[in-house]
């Protein structure tokens, strides 16, 4: 079974976390190929940004994750029901109209173009909520591919890809999500890969042991682009 891993919600408040994370993916699991999603509309500073190109020139995938990765306060009936199952206030794009999270994607992508990093060929919105945008808007933006809840856009083709997350923070969620992880790995075994979603402070949270006894099971290591 391929797996395709990712470090989410990179921003400069918690980038002094991420190091040991890309440590002990590399080194106690043997993962060297990976991706790392950034929130790029936060106060980054030149030395950060240094380091976000050093982590690209080692050859780690730098992805665009929203702009600001935090949702405004008016929200519709669903988004607030999505804010209190999966995204607390986290999805960007929900609540908004096509032309504002074109706007959000587009601002993203300039932001990487702007300082310097290679363009980025991935956009993951926040909690994997695209909101009220189509498969032929997107085609007509500047990423390559987009990843949602289910799975990826590429070129107005959708393909499912089960997913696996960590990021919970009661007892009660954990148990919830321990079920959908393992409906989840289950449906991999048919589609031949899974996502692996880490928040950087998964490994201290209630699924850590869940979350490094699914990264021992990662052996073909690929990037979303690969399976285009």
Sequence with gaps: MKSYVSIHDVSPQNLKYIPKIIETLRYQFKIKNFCILVIPGLNWNNTQIETLKSWQNSGIQIAAHGWRHKAKDKKSLY??????IISANCAEHLSKDKQEIIQIITDSFNWFVDNGLKKPILYVP??????????????QLSFT???????????EKYCFLPLLGFEEKT???????QFFNA?????????????IAIHPNDFNLYLKKDLERYLYKCRELVLLHELR
Excluded: Q, V
């Excluded at 988004?79 to 209190?84: L, P, V």
């Excluded at 591919?145 to 070129?155: N, P, Q």
């Excluded at 409906?183 to 996502?195: H, M, P």
């Design 79 to 84: 988004h607030k029901i999505h804010s209190m």
């Design 183 to 195: 409906l989840n790995f289950i449906l991999a075994k048919f589609t031949g890969i899974i996502r």
């Design 145 to 155: 591919l987009y990843e949602c809840t289910t799975g990826m856009f590429y070129k």
């Design 126 to 139: 926040p909690a994997w909520a695209l909101g009220k945008i189509t498969k032929e808007d997107l085609n």
């Design 171 to 177: 007892f009660c969620g954990s148990i919830i999500r």
